[in-house]
């Protein structure tokens, strides 16, 4: 009955974080003020201040992570209403998703190794730059520890869409498809939302590109870590 009560609670918090973070987006509109990351602050500080581990927080937020599936798939709609304009551009868009693939597990991989890196933390690297379920799966596979691959992918997520403007802005990158390829294949869902909320082709580009990535990064993520470490 405790785990249960712990379980629910631990969900309503969750959900009035980011209830609470959106209402200050839509307020002050800054980069810095992004939903996902004050409700990811106010949720860590929660637990530091409480001492409470992660293992009781998932007994409720597993249930909110499993919602993201089914997020993912209701992106399905802006892939519809731009289904012309996809099927004309499927190669561009597997062949940058796939080279962005590429370079998201080898740089990950390369840096970590060269950092002295022990192998575990490496495995835990490797998928970050992919959905949290598809990343989850990969490490399990490949001998990383799970937890620190959710703290990766978040990593990655927040990272790409806090600086992407910069790094857009100084390559020169301004096509939506060009955009939108790289968000969803460095910055998977937290990537594809900035997207979606600038443009909905750009979203739906991106959209695409974190599914592709997905796929490839699954086949090809375990054989390169082997023959790169």
Do not use: C
């Amino acid at each position: 009955m405790n785990a249960v009560i712990v379980a629910l609670f631990m969900i309503g918090f969750t959900i009035a974080a980011y209830i609470g973070s959106l209402r200050l987006y839509r307020k002050h509109r800054r980069i810095y003020t992004t939903p996902v990351i004050v409700a990811t602050l106010v949720i860590i500080v929660f637990l530091l201040l409480f001492n409470i581990s992660y293992e009781t927080y998932m007994t409720g937020g597993k249930w909110v992570d499993r919602l993201l599936g089914p997020a993912v798939v209701a992106l399905a709609y802006p892939l519809y209403q731009h289904r012309d304009i996809l099927r004309k551009m499927l190669v561009p868009i597997m062949t940058g998703t796939t080279v962005g693939a590429l370079v998201g597990i080898s740089s990950g991989l390369l840096l970590s190794k060269w950092a002295g890196f022990s192998s575990q933390i490496i495995y835990s690297i490797v998928p970050k730059s992919v959905t949290t379920p598809v990343a989850m799966s990969i490490s399990e596979s490949t001998g990383g520890v799970m937890p620190l691959t959710a703290v990766f992918v978040m990593i990655a997520g927040i990272g790409g869409m806090l600086i992407h403007p910069l790094v857009m802005r100084y390559s020169g990158l301004t096509h939506r498809i060009g955009r939108g390829v790289g968000m969803g294949s460095a910055s998977h869902a937290i990537g594809t939302a900035a997207s979606m909320e600038r443009d909905s082709l750009e979203g739906s580009i991106s959209t695409v590109a974190m599914i592709l990535s997905a796929v490839i990064v699954s086949i090809i993520a375990p054989g390169l870590t082997l023959l790169l470490l």
